[in-house]
Structure formats: structure tokens, C-alpha cells
């Protein structure tokens, strides 16, 4: 048996045999390839109405962040980024990102989102295109200006990737700061943070 967990109705038409509905924390319906079910008893199943789960399609489709009154901070424009084995991971992509957005980038592993995240925050090499920040185009400024510049980057392995594991937590915690940190400074952060060293 395979459990397949997928927001996506054409998915779960193509692999299920079974598919269970979850809206709001609770079971809202089950259906069966036996008895046939249709992606508008699932789209139904998932917003409550098969009209309130096309209205939120169109509306999701038909975003447009032009419609946003808000100041541009991020640019990325026609960014190609390779993957570790020399592939293109990240083929003309442009995206725009304003103050107080929340910009997601979705889509099953090995689809160029680590890739992207990593060439806009300057960890792996843009092949073409240009990143702005904030007016500033800081596609050849090293990774640690661009975090003094604002440019934060959380990796989806923070374990990995989001901290020297062969340096303390102090040496951790003083790797970006542009100012010396105390100790008083160290400690409060590892109780406010939950750190167990």
C-alpha cells in the first residue's frame, strides 16, 4: 500500500485508487475507483462547493502582483542557474517580490527550487540574468554583503546547509554580525531561541 499526500486533484485522479478528503482538520469525504469519482466531487469535497473551488482556481490563476500597491525589493530577471551536475536547474526565470510579500516557489523536489533560491542569494552562480535588490543589481556581489544588505536565505535543510557544524553556537550565532557580540548578548539569544547547546 502507498499513502499519497497531494493538493493536486488530476494527481490524485491519475495514481488513487482511493482518495480521502481533509478540509479544516476533518475527514470531508472518501472516494473510491470502485464506485467512480470525478475531480468535481473532490474539488467539492476540498472547498465545500465545486463553485467555490473553481472561483478560488480563477482567482488563484488571475493574480497578478501589478494589482499589489506595494514597493518592488526583489527582481529577479531571466535567471538561469545550473544544477550540481552542470544541468540547467533554472532556465530565463523572473519573478518580482514586494515589501511585506510573501513570494512561494513550489513544486516537487528536483525541480530547480533549491537551485533558485541558492543563485538569488548568491550561492550558486546565476549563468545569465540579474538579481536587484532593493534598486542595486547584486547578481555579482558576494553572498555575505548581500545578506548585509537584507537578503536572508533559509535552506530547506537548515542542518545542512544553514550552519557550520564544526564551529560553536557562539561562532555560529557571530558569523554575520557586523558588530562584535557580547556574551551577555550569546546567552540571551540561546534562551530566547531555545538553543540546547
Do not use: W
Request: aromatic share 6%; net charge neutral.
Amino acid at each position: 500500500s502507498v499513502v499519497f499526500i497531494t493538493h493536486k486533484i488530476a494527481e490524485a485522479l491519475n495514481v488513487c485508487d482511493r482518495v480521502a478528503v481533509l478540509r479544516k482538520g476533518r475527514l470531508a469525504g472518501v472516494f473510491s475507483r470502485d464506485t467512480g469519482f470525478s475531480a468535481d466531487e473532490i474539488r467539492q469535497a476540498m472547498f465545500g462547493s465545486a463553485e467555490a473551488g473553481e472561483k478560488l482556481s480563477k482567482s488563484i490563476a488571475s493574480y497578478s502582483t501589478a494589482s499589489l500597491q506595494t514597493r518592488e525589493v526583489l527582481k529577479v530577471v531571466n535567471l538561469t542557474v545550473l544544477n550540481d551536475y552542470g544541468g540547467v536547474a533554472v532556465d530565463g526565470l523572473s519573478l518580482s517580490v514586494g515589501r511585506g510579500m510573501v513570494h512561494a516557489v513550489v513544486g516537487i523536489a528536483g525541480n530547480g527550487q533549491k537551485e533558485l533560491c541558492e543563485g538569488i542569494v548568491g550561492l550558486r552562480k546565476a549563468v545569465s540574468g540579474r538579481i536587484i535588490l532593493d534598486g542595486e543589481d547584486v547578481t555579482k556581489v558576494a553572498p555575505a554583503k548581500r545578506v548585509l544588505k537584507g537578503l536572508i536565505y533559509v535552506p530547506e535543510d537548515p542542518f545542512r546547509d544553514g550552519l557550520a557544524t564544526e564551529l560553536t553556537v557562539a561562532e555560529n550565532l557571530t558569523l554575520f554580525s557586523l558588530n562584535r557580540l557580547l556574551t551577555e548578548d550569546i546567552e540571551e539569544t540561546v534562551k530566547s531561541m531555545g538553543i540546547y547547546p
